[in-house]
DNA sequence: ATCGTGACTGGGA
DNA sequence: ATCCCAGCCACGA
C-alpha cells in the first residue's frame, strides 16, 4: 500500500526538521551500555521517545561498526543476535559478547535475566495501537 | 523528488 | 497458536 509509505515518508520529513537525528542519539545511548550488558532494539527506541522506532535503531548500527560504539551489545527483545551477519562472521558478535562474560542459554540467545541493561527513561505502559472496532 | 525496505515490536485477525 | 499489519527514521535506487 502506498499510502501507508507516504505516511511514512512525510512524518520522517517533519521529525528531521524539529529534531536532531535519531540516529545518532541511538549510536550514543548504544555507548552507554555497559560491559558485560547487553540492550534491545526497542529498550533503546523507547529511551529516546520513538518506541516504534526500533527497526530504525537497528539500521543506525549498521552503520556503526568499526566504530567505538558497542554495536554487539544490541539484541532483539528475545535476546537473538539478529544482528550477527553484519559481523562479518556468523559467530562473531557471540564470541565479542561471551568475552564479556554474557552467558547464552540453550537456544543460543542471550541470558536476558542476568544481562539485560535498562536505561534511566521511565518505561511507558501507555497504549499506542488505535482503538480499531 | 518518490519508493521500498530494514539488525524491530506489539497488537489484531 | 500463526500470520499480517502499522508505526517510527534513514538511506539507496
Known amino acids: 500500500m502506498k499510502k501507508r509509505k507516504q505516511v511514512e515518508q512525510i512524518a520522517s520529513v517533519e521529525r528531521q526538521h524539529k529534531k536532531k537525528s535519531f540516529h545518532d ?67 562473531r558478535m557471540r564470541q565479542l559478547l561471551q568475552a564479556e562474560g554474557v552467558s547464552f542459554l540453550a537456544d543460543g540467545t542471550v541470558d536476558m535475566e542476568k544481562h539485560f541493561y535498562a536505561f534511566r527513561k521511565a518505561p511507558q505502559t501507555a497504549k499506542r495501537r488505535k482503538p480499531l472496532t
Open 25 to 91: 542519539k541511538a549510536l550514543e545511548l548504544v555507548r552507554r551500555v555497559p560491559f558485560g550488558k547487553v540492550t534491545t532494539y526497542g529498550a533503546i527506541a523507547e529511551a529516546l521517545g520513538a518506541k516504534l522506532s526500533a527497526r530504525m535503531v537497528g539500521y543506525a548500527l549498521h552503520s556503526a561498526v568499526n566504530t567505538d560504539v558497542p554495536a554487539h551489545r544490541v539484541v532483539n527483545r528475545f535476546g537473538a543476535l539478529t544482528g550477527a551477519i553484519h559481523f562479518g562472521h556468523p559467530d
